[in-house]
């Protein structure tokens, strides 16, 4: 599996200006190349490469190495661009945005991100330098830092390409690492994760982590929003920008802290990690006007990549099961109804009188299907669990 490793670089005054300036030549030289190909219509590798090469290499002072990388970085931007069309995320032909995309070329930002690879970037990894080059020539021995963890996962896997970044004053490199995957055990059993806005998952064990601090976090931003959206003036779009990455660094740090704690807890009981699959939601329900914001500022596909990902590296089985019905289902008789469910927050069966909280309830019938999955797809016998479609609930206890 691929993971990207960020460390933070720790250049001299004179070693940023060189990087800065870097960065800028990059870029400037892609808004060229962007037009190019824009212009002439050729837009792939080979063909935009002969044709710009020479011109980019004399006009913005670039060597062959990064002249190659900033070709290869505008193809990567028409490819994402296409993708995007296709899947409809701008609209339709119709619309401004889907006209403005393909009525103009790419651009980049004078700070955005270059690719550098092996032969204009070499890593020191015990002396914890990087060599680089720059318009102002090769830079070695800029330092960068980072936590143990990826230090050692950069010494040991790093592989590619790694990119060069400026943000908010600091520079960072984001290194590509290579790690196998480990082997998948088989697991005894699965914990079901249901995910909602107002608990932000909670297992089929019973364990709850609730989003109120989160909720409250965020209606706080919201306010703060609001008053510097007042305000209209420069500074203040500067400060909504600055207070927009903050928050979702907030979330994700929270994302992060609730998917190592269950791929943890599933590790040590060797137990696989149920989860709904939630692709295209947002195209199937229908909200509320005072509904929309929350739940599109709601970060459930993070938490569930989180998982993903997380379960892979521990060697943790992982599944998405057929989210349908699971908050109307009862996981003792099977009987299914919007009733079953008078409001949010508690779950109570009309045919058998089982009753709980509704999330619980919903991370149980998770995990009941993840155990039907791992029948029709079994590589061999296991006889530690109880019948599939028994329905009960263990280990927890449910209110009656």
Same mark, same amino acid.
């Given at each position: 599996?691929?993971?990207?490793?960020?460390?933070? =670089?720790?250049?001299?005054?004179?070693?940023?200006?060189?990087?800065?300036?870097?960065?800028?030549?990059?870029?400037?030289?892609?808004?060229?190349?962007?037009?190019?190909? !824009?212009?002439?219509?050729?837009?792939?590798?080979?063909?935009?490469?002969? =044709?710009?090469?020479?011109?980019?290499?004399?006009? +913005?002072?670039?060597?062959?190495?990064?002249?190659?990388?900033?070709?290869?970085?505008?193809?990567?931007?028409?490819?994402?661009?296409?993708?995007?069309?296709?899947?409809?995320?701008?609209?339709?032909?119709?619309?401004?945005?889907?006209?403005?995309?393909?009525?103009?070329?790419?651009? !980049?930002?004078?700070?955005?991100?270059?690719? !550098? /690879?092996?032969?204009? =970037?070499?890593?020191?990894?015990?002396?914890?330098?990087?060599?680089?080059?720059?318009? /102002?020539?090769?830079?070695?021995?800029?330092?960068?830092?980072?936590?143990?963890?990826?230090?050692?996962?950069?010494?040991?896997?790093?592989?590619?390409?790694? /990119?060069?970044?400026?943000?908010?004053?600091?520079?960072?490199?984001?290194?590509?690492?290579?790690?196998?995957?480990?082997?998948?055990?088989?697991?005894?059993?699965?914990?079901?994760?249901?995910?909602?806005?107002?608990?932000?998952?909670?297992?089929?064990?019973?364990?709850?982590?609730?989003?109120?601090?989160?909720?409250?976090?965020?209606?706080?931003?919201?306010?703060?929003?609001?008053?510097?959206?007042?305000?209209?003036?420069?500074?203040?779009?500067?400060?909504?920008?600055?207070?927009?990455?903050?928050?979702?660094?907030?979330?994700?740090?929270?994302?992060?802290?609730?998917?190592?704690?269950?791929?943890?807890?599933?590790?040590?009981?060797?137990?696989?990690?149920?989860?709904?699959?939630?692709?295209?939601?947002?195209?199937?329900?229908?909200?509320?006007?005072?509904?929309?914001?929350?739940?599109?500022?709601?970060?459930?596909?993070?938490?569930?990549?989180?998982?993903?990902?997380?379960?892979?590296?521990?060697?943790?089985? !992982?599944?998405?099961? /057929?989210?349908?019905?699971?908050?109307?289902?009862?996981?003792?008789?099977?009987?299914?109804?919007?009733?079953?469910?008078?409001?949010?927050?508690? +779950?109570?069966?009309?045919?058998?009188?089982?009753?709980?909280?509704?999330?619980?309830?919903?991370?149980?019938?998770?995990?009941?299907?993840?155990?039907?999955?791992?029948?029709?797809?079994?590589?061999?016998?296991?006889?530690?669990?109880?019948?599939?479609?028994?329905?009960?609930?263990?280990?927890?206890?449910? =209110?009656?």
């Amino acid at each position: 599996m691929k993971l990207v490793v960020q460390v933070k =670089l720790l250049p001299s005054p004179e070693q940023a200006a060189a990087l800065e300036a870097t960065l800028r030549a990059c870029n400037r030289a892609a808004d060229h190349v962007s037009r190019t190909a !824009f212009q002439s219509g050729i837009k792939d590798r080979n063909g935009l490469q002969k =044709l710009v090469y020479a011109d980019i290499k004399a006009a +913005f002072g670039l060597s062959a190495q990064p002249a190659v990388r900033v070709v290869k970085k505008v193809v990567d931007a028409y490819g994402a661009l296409a993708v995007s069309l296709q899947a409809g995320r701008l609209g339709g032909p119709e619309s401004k945005r889907y006209r403005k995309a393909v009525g103009s070329p790419v651009t !980049f930002r004078p700070e955005a991100a270059q690719p !550098f /690879d092996d032969r204009c =970037l070499s890593w020191q990894t015990d002396a914890r330098t990087v060599s680089i080059w720059t318009v /102002d020539g090769r830079m070695r021995g800029i330092r960068y830092t980072g936590s143990p963890d990826q230090l050692k996962t950069l010494a040991e896997y790093r592989k590619g390409e790694s /990119d060069l970044v400026q943000r908010g004053g600091k520079w960072f490199l984001i290194a590509t690492c290579d790690i196998s995957d480990p082997d998948v055990y088989e697991p005894a059993d699965w914990i079901g994760v249901d995910r909602g806005i107002v608990n932000l998952a909670t297992t089929s064990d019973g364990t709850n982590y609730q989003g109120r601090r989160l909720n409250r976090y965020r209606r706080w931003q919201a306010r703060k929003r609001a008053e510097l959206q007042a305000k209209q003036s420069r500074s203040a779009t500067r400060r909504l920008a600055r207070r927009a990455k903050k928050e979702q660094r907030h979330a994700t740090h929270v994302n992060h802290r609730i998917s190592k704690e269950i791929v943890s807890v599933a590790q040590r009981t060797g137990r696989g990690i149920a989860v709904e699959q939630l692709d295209g939601i947002r195209d199937r329900v229908r909200l509320r006007r005072d509904q929309r914001g929350t739940w599109s500022s709601w970060p459930f596909h993070q938490l569930g990549q989180h998982l993903a990902y997380k379960a892979r590296r521990a060697g943790v089985p !992982f599944v998405e099961v /057929d989210p349908a019905y699971t908050s109307q289902r009862c996981p003792r008789c099977g009987h299914t109804e919007r009733a079953n469910r008078p409001d949010r927050d508690r +779950f109570s069966c009309r045919r058998c009188g089982l009753a709980g909280p509704a999330d619980h309830v919903a991370g149980v019938n998770v995990r009941n299907r993840a155990l039907g999955v791992g029948v029709r797809h079994r590589t061999r016998p296991r006889t530690s669990l109880n019948r599939p479609d028994c329905g009960e609930m263990r280990p927890v206890t449910v =209110l009656s």
